[in-house]
């Protein structure tokens, strides 16, 4: 019975009119000390973020030519008459559920309650609303009764708002509903309802003055947001935790875990989507040590502009084996004694039996870093077959001018089969793999503090060049790079898809293929014709963004896409706006 009555409080639908301004946030409904909840932006927020995606409208277009068809005949034909059936027998229409999930959806979770005697958290499903959503409401709290065999109804007061609520003769737990601010509000348990009421009414602290929330949030064009307000979870097991448990804490610098979000939205013609953790730390502490030092991005001046694919991370290997060790310090004895046992003196063991001096090993490594990163360029295409790998570009930041000197001398000793060439005044490593129609030619060099290498001998050399001379164009040069490195300043982690440029190409060198493909598939009904050129393809795109950032306050990690959450959101929610608006246009 709990999925049905859950189910039917998803329908719950607000009127038309305009609400007091100070509810509009759905945050400001649910008490601080709510465990978490989800927000969603509701239908109209998807409709006009879908409208600038283009994808979608690219998917409809080539739907019309190939089936003659378009999602609104689609909806109308396929959905619509199984929807009006479902509606009906809950006495609803599609026009109510329409204007119910026009503007902001909200469900609050809170403490524990019994309902049919089993546990559960307590559930508020908010919906902004009008005078329409009382006889909705009403429509609810009807259907409920008639569920629950011997049910109860009655009501009560809380702040000036009625509260009116079902509870079932032959088992635990009731339905509480209630419209108040232009709000309508269905909740499992009339404490939880009732605590909304007066929080909404400014008897005490939502959740909107939690200011892990607020930082969280961050981005106000979220379609989907998720909120876990780990903060009073985090001070209950602070006093249940043993004493051992302090300077555990202190060695990973970990001082609160105030909440994690998750939010979903559309940016332009691109989904944008990011979690944060809020993690209130010190900068002297292995999560610190982790993310320690923002990107420059140096091995960009390295590459050629038609670059795909790179990827740069900051790890301090000094910092980390620091931090490291001060966390394995502070487990207690017995267990630190473990750790020590198999993480230092075996491994050391393993090592010296391969006749490698732990300690040289471990002062090598500790010279590494910050900065490390890997690029792919764009594979040649001829004929439409890729000619051959696309060379790979990897940097290691070095403290030490000769690092790369002593890592092919370490190798030679172990006896791999390098060459050594002069270019330009510099040391070059490599060696040749040739098999099964296979050729690289792995090699490596330093230049400055940066150890560079490639898959290929040649690439490497006309990378090196490239970085010397600034006449020579690089993805450094690039303005789509730039752009992307401006919006993601002060990252400790970013990874870059171009997309928008190179998939274009690709498109274009394939163009014959995929002609060749529609004129022998004619039941497709589609001509190059129908096909986006190259150029209307790209305007389509965004190019895939990773990113992630670290503050004092937490860690942050966005995702910029072509495809994802919050596109599909948009895509899905303009969808069901098309179908409960008689599957005709959107308006």
């Known amino acids: 019975m709990l999925n049905e009555l859950l189910l039917l409080s998803a329908l719950l639908a607000p009127g038309p009119g305009d609400p007091p301004p100070r509810a509009a946030d759905p945050a400001r409904l649910f ?4 465990y978490g909840m989800v927000e969603f932006a509701g239908l109209d927020a998807c409709r006009e973020a879908a409208a600038g995606y283009e994808l979608l409208g690219l998917a409809e277009r080539l ?21 009006d059936r479902g509606l009906g027998e809950l006495g609803l229409t599609r026009a109510d559920v329409r204007e119910g999930l026009r503007g902001p959806v909200a469900l609050g979770v809170s403490r524990v309650t019994f309902f049919d005697e ?15 959503g009382a006889k909705l409401v009403g429509t609810f709290l009807r259907m409920v009764g008639n569920e629950a065999p011997r049910a109860e109804r009655y009501s009560f007061d809380v702040a000036g708002v009625t509260i009116d609520a079902v509870r079932s003769g032959s088992s635990n737990g009731a339905i509480a509903t209630a419209v108040f601010d232009g709000w309508a509000v269905a909740a499992s348990n009339p404490d939880y ?88 730390h010190s900068e002297s502490g292995f999560v610190a040590a982790l993310l320690s030092h923002d990107l420059a991005a140096r091995g960009a001046r390295f590459c050629p502009p038609d670059t795909l694919l790179t990827l740069s991370q900051s790890i301090d290997i000094d910092a980390i084996a620091a931090r490291f060790v001060d966390l394995v310090d502070a487990f207690p004895g017995e267990v630190r004694s473990e750790v020590r046992r198999e993480l230092f003196q075996d491994a050391a063991e393993e090592l010296r039996r391969e006749g490698i001096d732990p300690q040289h090993l471990v002062d090598f490594l500790r010279k590494l870093g910050p900065e490390v990163s890997v690029a792919v360029t764009m594979p040649q295409i001829a004929l439409g077959v890729p000619a051959g790998v696309p060379p790979i570009l990897a940097f290691v930041q070095a403290q030490d001018t000769d690092a790369a000197g002593k890592l092919a001398r370490f190798l030679i000793e172990r006896g791999a089969p390098l060459e050594t060439v002069d270019f330009d005044g510099r040391a070059v490593w490599y060696t040749s793999i040739q098999e099964e129609g296979l050729r690289l030619s792995p090699a490596m060099t330093q230049v400055d503090d940066l150890i560079v290498f490639s898959s290929d001998l040649r ?40 997309l928008r440029r190179n998939l ?20 497709l009904g589609l001509t190059m014709e129908d096909m986006p050129t190259p150029a209307e393809l790209e305007g389509m795109l965004t190019d895939v963004v990773f990113a992630m950032h670290r503050d004092r306050g937490g860690i942050t990690f966005s995702a910029q896409s072509p495809i994802g959450v919050g596109a599909a959101l948009a895509v899905v929610g303009s969808l069901a706006d098309r179908a409960l608006a008689n599957g005709g246009p959107p308006r």
């Open 459 to 498: 690439a490497l050399k006309a990378a090196v060049r490239r970085a010397a001379d600034p006449a020579d164009p690089s993805l450094a040069d690039e303005p789509d790079y730039a752009a992307m490195r401006a919006m993601s300043e002060n990252a400790v982690m970013m990874e870059v898809v171009r």
């Open 193 to 280: 309802l009732a605590d909304v009421v007066r929080t909404a009414r400014g008897s005490g602290s939502s959740l909107a003055d939690v200011p892990a929330l607020a930082r969280a949030r961050g981005q106000s064009d979220a379609l989907l947001g998720v909120f876990v307000n780990t903060g009073p979870l985090f001070d209950a097991l602070l006093l249940a935790a043993p004493y051992e448990a302090d300077p555990i804490l202190t060695a990973l610098g970990i001082q609160r875990v105030d909440g994690l979000w998750l939010g979903a939205g559309v940016r332009g013609v691109g989904s944008f989507d990011w979690m944060r953790a809020e993690v209130t």
């Open 504 to 523: 274009a190409a690709l498109y274009d060198a394939y163009a014959p293929l995929l002609e060749g493909f529609l004129e022998r598939n004619t039941e």
């Open 118 to 132: 089993d546990p559960m958290p307590s559930l508020a499903l908010a919906l902004r609303g009008g005078d329409a």
């Open 63 to 83: 739907l019309v030519r190939s089936q003659g068809t378009d999602f609104d005949r689609m909806l109308a034909t396929e959905v619509v008459p199984e929807l």
């Open 31 to 34: 008490p601080a000390g709510s």
